[in-house]
């Protein structure tokens, strides 16, 4: 017979085994994916260690790696002999540079093996002093080893609304690909959706569309669609990812995400932020807003994974029931250096504040149009890649009649935008026209008593670069007559891109083209057709056209100071009193996107000649206005077109003496030279 002490020591001992394993499980499970697991680096001199993954074939990442940097000649060094010896070759450092050795405590890096060798090609890795032949520590191969690399799943198919796909492939631990991917639109509250279980359910998770919205999916048309998992979401938390319809709770289309996946660690940097307050919204992959409500005040925070020259915008709906912008009352919050800012600002047209007859109007500071600022900054920070600011405002503001009253009961429609800061003056600053921007019907009950929150972590973007359009200059001796029309800036990859400056609602076409640099000789006369609006009422359709030696434009809009130190080569007449009038206001043409378009896609479509193609073309009835310039000797070789109203619109014309020798255009788009439909006007 067993004694009771016996037992009771017998099942302490099962117990702490069982908790052993089941903590050692739970540690697993929770850790940092960081790719397929290669070895340890053997320790022979100099205190190397580290741990050694494998990131995809060809790129290693070394985990709290140590080297005392003492070794006089001594490289990260690979090869394929039995073992490490002077038959090897040098694995650039994780800046990519093939010097000695520093000193490394606990460092966290991947290293690129060189030459598109793959890891399979070696059989060692190792750190190795090529002048005294010692190693001082390595780690070999396993044989047979598969490094991670993207998987297939099945295609995205459904028997409705068209959906249909390529094979899906999971790129990495944290981002899905959906090739060639078609959905007609109309599903009403459908979602990219992810969650656990052996078939899609209402359990699971909204998956941000490619562009981080959090909104219902728009249409698509064989596009390659790049989903990143929300938050600390991993392909390893999830069975399943669909096309789900929330509303009626069933999946359109879904795979099955296959377990195990041997795929790369995702790049991304998972960044959690926590407000302080009791209430939050995810407005976007990249913008979050919480708030906290003692009637008659409210305090709000918005917090934001923004560049250091980007906005975050948040406020009321300019119609109750609907997602407008125009007549909405915002909040611009953003960071200038180390200070933060919290304008009120009007939003009575698409355009940046400008004079229209006499008055405002535009996007403009309340403060600029008599009224006062109501929102009081309590804090600003920008930590760990989130710019969080913090302000107090009221439910009721009636010493400005310009803004929106907030009711103390009751959802409420709300707006929200992220774009690229500009500068009106010196530290005047104000929002150029957003790049993301709420697309669906938000609405936010803010003095309920019931706590709300489905805020995530943030997550940093794909470290893919968005590259710039190549659109051709206009170099063409024999052109003498120039249309100028309007159109969309063309978010990232248009007039940012191309020149580095926000961008305005609208931009000048210059033969159907987005803002192309222009060369014109000097002595020559010619002709420009302008067609950006004659109606000086419009804020956002009137724009005559101007030349003057500086980049920005919107001559309108400077003060006097300003003006003195801008030269106006044509376009404007002065009084005898020195008042500016603008002599080149023609009737409206307008490229603008298709009624079933959607411009916050702007930047997947991957050249400028297939975007203008997307886009329908319009004139308004009436006649152009003819401007005529003659260069000469006084202009400087580098001038700019613009409009009179409205800065960030126009660019570079280059004046020359002859057409003799042609510039280099540094063309690393998709034309060699200006095609015929790109030098041709689009009438």
Not at 380 to 386: F, L, P, V
Not at 398 to 424: F, N, Q, Y
Not at 549 to 571: C, F, H, S
Not at 660 to 672: K, Q, T, V
Request: charged share 20%; glycine share 10%; aromatic share 12%.
């Amino acid at each position: 017979m067993v004694s009771s002490s016996v037992l009771q020591v017998y099942c302490s001992a099962v117990l702490l085994y069982c908790t052993g394993v089941v903590h050692a499980q739970f540690e697993e499970e929770t850790a940092d994916y960081m790719g397929k697991h290669i070895g340890q680096l053997n320790s022979y001199h100099h205190q190397v260690s580290g741990d050694v993954f494998a990131v995809d074939a060809n790129t290693i990442l070394i985990r709290k790696f140590v080297y005392d940097g003492d070794g006089k000649d001594s490289f990260f060094w690979a090869g394929t002999s039995n073992r490490p010896g002077a038959n090897g070759f040098i694995v650039p450092d994780q800046n990519g540079k093939t010097n000695v050795l520093d000193k490394y405590y606990n460092e966290d890096f991947t290293l690129k093996l060189p030459s598109k060798r793959r890891i399979t090609d070696i059989k060692w890795f190792a750190v190795f002093d090529i002048n005294t032949q010692n190693n001082f520590g390595d780690v070999f191969i396993p044989e047979g080893f598969n490094p991670p690399g993207y998987q297939t799943l099945a295609k995205m198919q459904g028997n409705t609304h068209s959906i249909n796909s390529d094979k899906v492939v999971v790129m990495d631990s944290k981002t899905i690909k959906i090739p060639a991917f078609t959905y007609d639109g109309k599903g009403g509250d459908v979602y990219f959706f992810a969650g656990e279980g052996p078939q899609p359910s209402s359990r699971g998770f909204i998956v941000p569309d490619e562009l981080g919205y959090l909104a219902p999916l728009g249409i698509y048309f064989e596009n390659d669609v790049i989903l990143q998992l929300p938050g600390d979401k991993t392909v390893f938390q999830i069975d399943w990812l669909a096309v789900y319809d929330k509303t009626n709770k069933r999946e359109l289309a879904y795979v099955i995400v296959t377990q195990n996946l041997n795929v790369p660690p995702s790049l991304v940097t998972v960044m959690d932020h926590k407000s302080g307050l009791p209430n939050c919204m995810m407005l976007h992959k990249n913008l979050m807003v919480s708030w906290d409500s003692f009637p008659p005040q409210l305090t709000i925070q918005l917090a934001g994974h923004i560049k250091d020259d980007e906005y975050m915008a948040f406020g009321l709906s300019g119609a109750q029931g609907k997602n407008q912008m125009v007549g909405g009352d915002v909040a611009i919050a953003y960071m200038d250096e180390f200070l933060g800012h919290v304008e009120d600002f009007n939003l009575t047209a698409k355009s940046v504040c400008h004079s229209v007859l006499g008055q405002e109007g535009g996007a403009c500071n309340d403060e600029m149009m008599g009224g006062i600022n109501s929102n009081q900054l309590r804090s600003a920070t920008r930590e760990n890649g989130i710019t969080a600011l913090t302000y107090r405002t009221f439910f009721e503001k009636p010493g400005d009649p310009g803004d929106l009253t907030i009711p103390e009961k009751g959802p409420v429609s709300v707006i929200w935008a992220m774009g690229k800061i500009s500068e009106r003056a010196h530290r005047v600053k104000e929002p150029s026209y957003h790049h993301t921007y709420s697309r669906m019907h938000t609405q936010i009950d803010f003095g309920s008593k019931e706590k709300f929150d489905n805020c995530i972590p943030f997550t940093s973007d794909r470290k893919e670069v968005t590259k710039p359009w190549f659109v051709p200059p206009i170099f063409d001796p024999a052109r003498r007559i120039f249309s100028a029309r309007l159109g969309p800036g063309g978010g990232r990859r248009g007039f940012s891109g191309k020149t580095g400056l926000p961008a305005s609602n609208l931009v000048w076409y210059i033969e159907g083209l987005m803002v192309p640099d222009l060369y014109l000789r000097r002595g020559l006369t010619y002709s420009f057709e302008v067609e950006g609006g004659s109606n000086p009422r419009s804020a956002e359709f009137y724009h005559p056209f101007i030349i003057t030696d500086e980049p920005i434009g919107g001559y309108d809009r400077l003060t006097e100071e300003q003006r003195k130190k801008v030269r106006v080569l044509a376009g404007v007449e002065f009084t005898r009193r020195g008042l500016a009038r603008p002599t080149s206001a023609g009737r409206l043409c307008l490229w603008k996107h298709r009624n079933d378009g959607d411009r916050r896609r702007d930047d997947e479509i991957n050249s400028f000649e297939r975007f203008r193609n997307s886009l329908t073309f319009e004139c308004e009835d009436g006649e152009p206005n003819v401007l005529q310039v003659t260069p000469n000797v006084t202009w400087p070789d580098v001038v700019y077109y613009h409009s009179y109203t409205t800065p960030y619109m126009g660019w570079k014309i280059h004046v020359v003496d002859n057409f003799r020798r042609r510039p280099s255009f540094n063309n690393d788009g998709p034309y060699n030279q200006p095609t015929a439909w790109l030098l041709s006007a689009a009438a």
